[in-house]
């Protein structure tokens, strides 16, 4: 187990490789190569890759960069809801729930079909 280890901290400190690729190459968990990264407080170098949930906005992929901003027209969404609500226009707040239905369904995670029952 302690050349596990040291495989591990060696791909760490000396390579800019993701930690999942490093798991992979070393056949452990991501989740492990994490905890000893933490435990044993190893450095990884400056130009290692970065964790997707680390970097702001403008730096993440497109898929963290689609959500924010779903997540922005449904708190948008929910006051115009609720703004027209208290107008008694039941046109306009029919298309507005409808509008906050579909981002709601775009924000839910996506199953694939092997996982559905």
Not at 19 to 34: F, K, L, Q, S, Y
Not at 69 to 94: H, K, N, Q, Y
Request: aromatic share 4%; proline share 3%; glycine share 6%.
């Amino acid at each position: 187990m302690a050349d596990v280890v040291e495989q591990v901290r060696v791909l760490i400190v000396g390579t800019t490789w993701p930690e999942a690729a490093i798991a992979a190459r070393v056949g452990v968990g991501v989740a492990t190569v994490h905890a000893w990264k933490t435990r044993h407080g190893w450095r990884r170098p400056a130009d290692a890759s970065l964790s997707t949930r680390k970097v702001g906005l403008e730096r993440a992929g497109f898929t963290r960069r689609c959500r924010a901003a779903l997540r922005r027209l449904e708190a948008m969404a929910e006051r115009e809801s609720v703004r027209i609500a208290e107008t008694d226009d039941s046109e306009r707040l029919s298309r507005a729930r409808t509008l906050l239905g579909r981002v709601r369904a775009a924000l839910r995670p996506v199953r694939s079909r092997e996982a559905a029952p």
